[in-house]
């Protein structure tokens, strides 16, 4: 295996770990589409196979014509929802975390007389 250690860029994960074999435990045989805004929601499919390609995870499925096709596994029942999903019930679509880390880059790159100048983000 080729020495990672001065790649340029963002670091790699463990590339002889990488595969596109499925790595999920899953026992549904069938899946339902969740995702609120996706025309298919509320369908379901017989699940074919999970895995990790496209750089996500995916639930493939068969068409009505045969065809293998997927949807990404987060938009489907194979995948549980985020904790913090099922107890907002719809009512914050951002968790606290990402707010303040979105008001904290704002700020950073805000204008306001020149106080941010210089500042790295």
């Known amino acids: 295996m080729p020495d990672m250690a001065n790649h340029p ?7 002889s770990t990488l595969s596109i074999a ?3 435990d899953y026992q549904a045989q069938t899946f339902r589409v969740t995702h609120p805004f996706h025309p298919l929601r509320g369908q379901t499919f017989t ?6 390609t496209w750089g996500e995870d995916r639930a493939y499925y068969h068409d009505e ?5 997927s949807f990404p596994a987060c938009w489907t ?45």
């Open 47 to 52: 699940l074919v196979d999970c895995r990790h």
């Open 65 to 69: 014509k045969g065809k293998l096709c």
């Open 22 to 24: 499925s790595q999920f």
């Open 9 to 15: 860029g963002p670091p790699i994960s463990n590339v």
């Open 77 to 121: 029942s194979v995948i549980p929802a985020e904790p913090f999903v099922v107890v907002a019930r719809g009512r914050s679509p951002f968790r606290l975390t990402d707010l303040l880390e979105l008001s904290r880059l704002l700020k950073a790159i805000s204008p306001e007389e020149g106080v941010n100048e210089g500042k790295e983000v």
